[in-house]
């Protein structure tokens, strides 16, 4: 069974550029969310969706914006980037929400090797 | 919202074993899980605990005090592999939502 797959592995951009991160999740999860690395913060939750809904979301200003398709693949967003947004991005993949009633769903998320992103 | 405290660095030596604490704060418990990530990949999961108690999965065994916000992952028989950060995260109730909040990881360093 593959795994969580993200693309770009590395990129590279300006203070000022947009970008878009994709992931596509473990065959048969329906439940993507998004997580921002860095060596100070550790890390800190963007967002989650199911079934194409955003379920939850953390504490990241309206420059960080994410969406989920019908096939469950999801991509994130970052507008008008700043230095500060240097980070690695993790997308993380789980059966879906815990009120359904899926055998043994402990809600554990596993992760993709993520997407590094350096602002310059 | 919560606040997730672990040690920053614990240095620890092959063969031996070594306990990695986890405190918190939450407003509504849903489960505590520990996660080990090697520099440079992914965090892999390692455990989970919803209710009080020990769980033992092999080297590695979790435990869980939810009236005292406290965890713990403990790993016999150290290997040099095992040097990696560790990440301890809380799920709080969020009407079936599934958003971890993690700790900012303890780095172990396993020596010869």
């Known amino acids: 069974k593959a795994g969580v797959t993200q693309t770009p592995r590395y990129l590279i951009k300006t203070r000022g550029q947009q970008v878009t991160l994709s992931c596509s999740p473990i065959s048969g999860h329906r439940s993507v969310s998004w997580y921002q690395q860095t060596p100070g913060q550790g890390l800190q939750f963007l967002f989650e969706y199911f079934s194409e809904t955003q379920r939850n979301k953390g504490n990241f200003p309206g420059r960080f914006s994410g969406r989920q398709f019908s096939n469950s693949r999801s991509e994130m967003n970052v507008s008008t980037l700043e230095l500060g947004d240097s980070a690695l991005y993790l997308c993380a993949s789980s059966l879906g929400p815990l009120n359904l009633e899926w055998e043994s769903n402990t809600g554990e998320l596993f992760f993709g090797e993520g997407s590094r992103l350096t602002v310059l | 919202g919560q606040n997730i405290d672990q040690p920053t660095e614990m240095t620890a030596t092959e063969g031996a074993i070594v306990q990695i604490n986890c405190t918190y704060q939450t407003s509504g418990f849903n489960g505590l899980f520990w996660y080990q990530q090697h520099a440079g990949e992914a965090p892999t999961f390692l455990s989970y605990?919803?209710?009080?108690g020990l769980e033992e999965k092999g080297r590695f065994s979790s435990f869980l005090s939810r009236s005292k916000g406290y965890s713990y992952l403990l790993l016999k028989e150290l290997q040099m592999k095992d040097s990696a950060s560790y990440l301890c995260?809380?799920?709080?109730?969020?009407?079936?939502?599934?958003?971890?909040?993690f700790g900012t990881g303890t780095q172990l360093k396993v020596e010869l």
């Open positions: 995260a809380v799920r709080e109730l969020t009407g079936g939502g599934n958003k971890l909040t």
């Open positions: 605990n919803v209710l009080d």
